[in-house]
């Protein structure tokens, strides 16, 4: 058996109770499905006082429909999700990503909410407990070198989430519940650029929802990610790309969004020259360079960087294409 | 940190027995069936949520125990590999996985033949494709798969035969 911590299990059934258990008690996490956090328990990455599950609270686990869009409860299971039929037929690429994820069982309990605060990934990082004191652990936990890059003070674990870059491309926002209040931020809000921190949410916020915006539901799009089996494994690249064009196929509208490349997921800027154009075949290579020059892999997988960089790109490349018909 | 242990009172209901329990707040739902009720069928091959070993149905869908937190399955119906044959009759994704070899070595066989009764349940009549995507999170070191996915074609049919559900 492995190392698991004695902590204190919260079990909530309200937003507020919730938010209450976790500031009330000393070193409390959250754990929605757990499939990423009693991992990282059962390694003791994460050596939770008390532990505050989130399975129990009803508030956050329906998918509803209004005027304004689709809002999604971070409690919603990804198999739920990729099954709602208002996902598949206007937010496709949702879709796409709910369904890549790990294999199918992880997706009958894993939440929207857990992947879209899924911790950063490393191959120094996301390992038992003696192989990580073997290596004098990391600058990310405990250590205080960087394997992947020595001389520096930055740690570049890759946010590996797939969900992610397909709600960017839909300019997903979340709902953060903190102390006393509710905001609605921008999902890319969410993130910072930094493998050690790369979430914006203070200590004790809990995102309760995901609102995709109705004047984007229906632009096609797509998700596709390279991973080194067919199932189970995390992307070693993943690519949302959205394109709305008009019936002569010119480009009115175009987002691409990327994981597992950097630590956060990121929206590709500086393609806003292929609106009002046709895709040509010189353009979706420029948009492959563009993708390629933007994705910053570094040796945090078994897979070597220049691949992940080659394979993002041409994925980018051929999504794009495939959807401009 | 304290050497006390924090404890739950469990009530949930395994292969139709109800069960109440104090577990501690730490206790995996894997270790809870093995070391606490002696249902050693459910097997553990990982860390961690990797290979499907320990797939059981927590109210009718297919969930890894050992990621499982034993104290968050209050009220919960839990199905383990034990629960399949009815007085000594196999069932028939059980006798599947014998007619078809599905199994060599048999430690991976309790978890897809889980994963596989969640999948039936839900879908009788699956195609190839569907039963690979049900699958897809267990991991077999033997087979290679063909047979495995064989088998519960066999079991699909063997139900489409007699009219018969997956067992309960
Ligand atoms: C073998 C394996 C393979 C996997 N492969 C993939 C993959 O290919 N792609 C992928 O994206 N994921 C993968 N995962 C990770 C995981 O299954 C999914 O990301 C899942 O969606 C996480 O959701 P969860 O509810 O289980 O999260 P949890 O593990 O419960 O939580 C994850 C993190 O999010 C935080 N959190 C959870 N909910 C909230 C909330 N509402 N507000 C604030 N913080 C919150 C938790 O504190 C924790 O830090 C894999 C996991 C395993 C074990
Ligand atoms: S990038 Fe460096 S600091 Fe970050 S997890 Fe990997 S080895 Fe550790
Ligand atoms: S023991 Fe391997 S997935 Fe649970
Ligand atoms: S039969 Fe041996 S692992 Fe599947």
């Given at each position: 058996?492995?190392?698991?911590?004695?902590?204190?299990?919260?079990?909530?059934?309200?937003?507020?109770?919730?938010?209450?258990?976790?500031?009330?008690?000393?070193?409390?996490?959250?754990?929605?499905?757990?499939?990423?956090?009693?991992?990282?328990?059962?390694?003791?990455i994460e050596q939770p006082k008390n532990l505050v599950d989130l399975s129990a609270i009803h508030g956050m686990k329906s998918i509803t429909l209004n005027s304004e869009g689709l809002h999604i409860g971070?409690?919603?299971?990804?198999?739920?999700?990729?099954?709602?039929?208002?996902?598949?037929?206007?937010?496709?690429?949702?879709?796409?990503?709910?369904?890549?994820?790990?294999?199918?069982?992880?997706?009958?309990?894993?939440?929207?909410?857990?992947?879209?605060?899924?911790?950063?990934?490393?191959?120094?990082?996301?390992?038992?407990?003696?192989?990580?004191?073997?290596?004098?652990?990391?600058?990310?936990?405990?250590?205080?070198?960087?394997?992947?890059?020595?001389?520096?003070?930055?740690?570049?674990?890759?946010?590996?989430?797939?969900?992610?870059?397909?709600?960017?491309?839909?300019?997903?926002?979340?709902?953060?519940?903190?102390?006393?209040?509710?905001?609605?931020?921008?999902?890319?809000?969410?993130?910072?650029?930094?493998?050690?921190?790369?979430?914006?949410?203070?200590?004790?916020?809990?995102?309760?929802?995901v609102h995709l915006p109705q004047e984007l539901a229906g632009d096609q799009s797509a998700y596709e990610k390279a991973r080194i089996r067919g199932s189970i494994d995390f992307p070693l690249a993943g690519?949302?790309?959205?394109?709305?064009?008009?019936?002569?196929?010119?480009?009115?509208?175009?987002?691409?969004?990327?994981?597992?490349?950097?630590?956060?997921?990121?929206?590709?800027?500086?393609?806003?020259?292929?609106?009002?154009?046709?895709?040509?075949?010189?353009?979706?290579?420029?948009?492959?360079?563009?993708?390629?020059?933007?994705?910053?892999?570094?040796?945090?997988t078994t897979v070597a960087p220049w691949y992940r960089r080659r394979v993002i790109g041409a994925i980018a490349k051929r999504l794009l294409e495939e959807l401009a018909g | 940190m304290s050497k006390k242990?924090?404890?739950?009172?469990?009530?949930?209901?395994?292969?139709?027995?109800?069960?109440?329990?104090?577990?501690?707040?730490?206790?995996?739902?894997?270790?809870?069936?093995?070391?606490?009720?002696?249902?050693?069928?459910?097997?553990?091959?990982?860390?961690?949520?990797?290979?499907?070993?320990?797939?059981?149905?927590?109210?009718?869908?297919?969930?890894?125990?050992?990621?499982?937190?034993?104290?968050?399955?209050?009220?919960?119906?839990?199905?383990?590999?034990?629960?399949?044959?009815?007085?000594?009759?196999?069932?028939?994704?059980?006798?599947?996985?014998?007619?078809?070899?599905?199994?060599?070595?048999?430690?991976?066989?309790?978890?897809?033949?889980?994963?596989?009764?969640?999948?039936?349940?839900?879908?009788?009549?699956?195609?190839?494709?569907?039963?690979?995507?049900?699958?897809?999170?267990?991991?077999?070191?033997?087979?290679?798969?063909?047979?495995?996915?064989?088998?519960?074609?066999?079991?699909?049919?063997?139900?489409?035969?007699?009219?018969?559900?997956?067992?309960?």
């Amino acid at each position: 058996m492995e190392f698991m911590p004695n902590f204190q299990l919260h079990r909530p059934e309200t937003i507020e109770e919730a938010l209450e258990a976790r500031m009330d008690n000393d070193e409390a996490l959250y754990v929605a499905g757990g499939t990423d956090m009693l991992v990282n328990v059962r390694r003791g990455i994460e050596q939770p006082k008390n532990l505050v599950d989130l399975s129990a609270i009803h508030g956050m686990k329906s998918i509803t429909l209004n005027s304004e869009g689709l809002h999604i409860g971070a409690g919603v299971t990804l198999k739920e999700l990729h099954g709602h039929e208002a996902v598949v037929k206007n937010y496709t690429a949702i879709s796409h990503s709910a369904k890549a994820v790990a294999g199918s069982t992880h997706q009958m309990y894993g939440t929207v909410g857990g992947n879209l605060c899924l911790d950063t990934r490393c191959l120094f990082y996301n390992q038992s407990e003696w192989w990580r004191q073997s290596n004098d652990y990391c600058l990310k936990e405990r250590g205080d070198t960087c394997h992947v890059a020595p001389g520096g003070k930055r740690c570049f674990a890759a946010f590996s989430g797939d969900m992610a870059p397909s709600m960017l491309v839909y300019e997903a926002e979340v709902d953060i519940a903190g102390e006393g209040s509710i905001k609605r931020v921008p999902l890319k809000n969410l993130y910072n650029n930094d493998g050690l921190d790369h979430l914006t949410l203070k200590p004790g916020e809990l995102v309760t929802a995901v609102h995709l915006p109705q004047e984007l539901a229906g632009d096609q799009s797509a998700y596709e990610k390279a991973r080194i089996r067919g199932s189970i494994d995390f992307p070693l690249a993943g690519v949302a790309v959205r394109l709305r064009k008009s019936v002569d196929g010119t480009i009115e509208d175009l987002a691409i969004a990327l994981t597992a490349v950097n630590p956060y997921p990121q929206i590709v800027s500086g393609l806003e020259g292929l609106i009002g154009t046709k895709l040509s075949e010189e353009s979706a290579m420029q948009v492959r360079d563009t993708v390629r020059k933007q994705a910053k892999p570094m040796r945090t997988t078994t897979v070597a960087p220049w691949y992940r960089r080659r394979v993002i790109g041409a994925i980018a490349k051929r999504l794009l294409e495939e959807l401009a018909g | 940190m304290s050497k006390k242990n924090h404890k739950t009172l469990l009530h949930c209901t395994v292969n139709g027995r109800e069960h109440d329990d104090v577990v501690d707040d730490n206790t995996l739902l894997v270790d809870y069936l093995r070391e606490s009720l002696g249902l050693t069928g459910t097997k553990i091959g990982c860390d961690g949520g990797e290979c499907g070993c320990c797939t059981v149905l927590v109210d009718g869908q297919p969930r890894h125990a050992c990621l499982t937190l034993a104290a968050t399955c209050t009220d919960k119906d839990i199905v383990t590999i034990e629960a399949l044959e009815v007085q000594g009759r196999l069932s028939a994704l059980q006798r599947g996985f014998h007619e078809k070899l599905g199994a060599q070595c048999g430690f991976c066989t309790p978890g897809m033949i889980m994963a596989a009764e969640g999948l039936l349940r839900e879908n009788p009549d699956p195609s190839e494709e569907d039963i690979r995507q049900g699958l897809a999170a267990n991991i077999c070191r033997c087979t290679g798969y063909v047979k495995i996915i064989e088998s519960v074609q066999y079991a699909a049919a063997e139900l489409k035969r007699t009219g018969k559900e997956v067992a309960a």
